[in-house]
């Protein structure tokens, strides 16, 4: 499974981006697909993980009501809707993927791909 994420970009406190992981997996459905974010100095940390179908997701309870993760299994993408940003959310996003449900340890996910930065000015 290859990983392309992209999306992320320099936004003003307040403002809004929207993070894509487009995969190539042959039944993408199988896999759970998970954000995770490492900001300067700081280890990477889990943000996000939507199940197979979408229909289970789980979040870092700091983004939880700004942020929403969606897929469209048709054209094997999912989705990061970041709003409300803060400074705080300054850091490279990363998307990766898993055949388990819904686990937020890195450790779960053999499949990465690469980050995309994301900075949020004060």
């Known amino acids: 499974v290859q990983l392309q994420a992209s999306g992320g970009g320099f936004v003003q406190a307040g403002g809004s981006l929207k993070l894509s992981c487009a995969a190539s997996?042959?039944?993408?459905?199988?896999?759970?697909v998970g954000w995770f974010h490492q900001a300067p100095g700081k280890e990477r940390e889990f943000v996000a993980v939507?199940?197979?179908?979408?229909?289970?997701?789980y979040y870092l309870d700091s983004v939880k009501g700004r942020f929403t993760i969606s897929r469209d299994n048709t054209k094997s993408i999912a989705y990061l809707q970041m709003n409300s940003l803060e400074p705080e959310d300054t850091a490279v996003y990363y998307c990766a993927a898993s055949l388990s449900y819904l686990r937020t340890a890195q450790s779960s996910y053999p499949y990465w791909g690469q980050g995309t930065q994301v900075t949020v000015s004060s």
């Open positions: 997996a042959r039944i993408f459905s199988n896999y759970a």
């Open positions: 939507i199940s197979g179908t979408g229909a289970g997701t």
